[in-house]
């Protein structure tokens, strides 16, 4: 695999970044990144080493060696070879070796002052906005801008019809979520880009790589940047590896990440020093978390909590415990959860528990608080019972089944 040609062109009021990547196994492809004429300054035209890291997991899939034709970190290139590669085979067992060359290496340290996170609105990114803006005192360690990728989150981008939805659902979320920033002055930096067009695998597998890809693209911009790790607290990726192995780079993010550092810009993966229950206790009398909390994984356009999907019950079972539902009426649809989905939930954290980290938490906070839980027979029987059901039978048969067992 060969990567060159880094190319700065205008598109519209866009600046765009591109390189040429050719693979036996891709053809000549474009890669590119874009974002606002405003944060062109941002933008790393010196060297090549977004486009590296958001190359290395598809170059490994296929066994293909990279050649940058252009510049990279040395620091990077050396932790890149030595350790990460390593690494992803290690925890990814599909990856092969691959070795990776660059025309040329340098240790520039850029001059910038940009302290940086993402920000979806979710308890995670809430968190780390919570501890480094609202509490940070030090401007050393201060966020002071935030960041809107779309290099997956927003949906796969496998065709052009994939890609172009999930470029309009990137900018209404971006829409959406900007009110936030705005309310603190801080810069909200949409990242466009086609890296998910490259990693046909699905978001999961390697959101640390394809985030951490797009923000070395903005090296001109930021010297820190806080990752919001998965949610699991730093006990809990190792006792529970087995969940995350071969499926979500998350499980190595306090490993990975400071390898993917440069001279310049310095990684942190932030998040693991809590649970997902302890994230959400942190930030739920943040006032801001009541009127912008945003946790949906439901598969549709619109942005809204839609009340039902896993992300969404968890998150109300955690607020139901600690007697703050109705503060959140607001983002969530309180009785739609309650009538169509709270009771199945809960039968399924029962059952769930000794086997998943954010049940056992949601279970003991539930207990500690005193929540009627029903018992594990009850729960495994009727997760049991819709398991065969989901099997055998046709889904609206299915989701009035769900609806009767809700209710009863
Ligand atoms: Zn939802």
Known sequence: MKIYNLNTSNDGNKIKLSTIVDSEKLGSKELWFSVPEKYAHGLCKSRMDGFLVGMVFPAMQYGENIHVEGCISSQLLFNLNQYVIPMLMAFLPACKWINITAAESNAEH???????????GGVDSFCTFFDHYELEKNTENRINSLVFLNVGSNGPGRTDEELMAAHKKFCSRYEYLSKFPEEFSLDFISLDSNLHSFHPWGHQLTHSLTTISAVLVMQNMYRKYFYASGGLSYLELYK????????DTALIDPMLLPLLSTESLNFISDGAQYTRVEKTLRIVDYEPVKRYLNVCVHDRESHENCSVCGKCCRTLMTLNSIGKLEEFSKLFDIGKYKKH??????????????????????????????????????????????GLARTYLPKAILSRIRMFLNRS
């Open 110 to 120: 850029f001059d910038c002052s940009g302290v940086g996170t993402g920000f979806s």
């Open 240 to 247: 529970y590896h087995e969940l995350l192995l071969k499926r």
């Open 341 to 386: 989905a709270e009771f199945l939930y809960l039968c399924q954290q029962v059952v769930l528990q000794n086997k998943d980290p954010f049940a056992r938490n949601s279970i003991e906070l539930a207990k500690r608080n005193g929540i009627k839980l029903p018992s594990f027979l009850v729960s495994y029987g009727l997760v049991s019972l819709l």
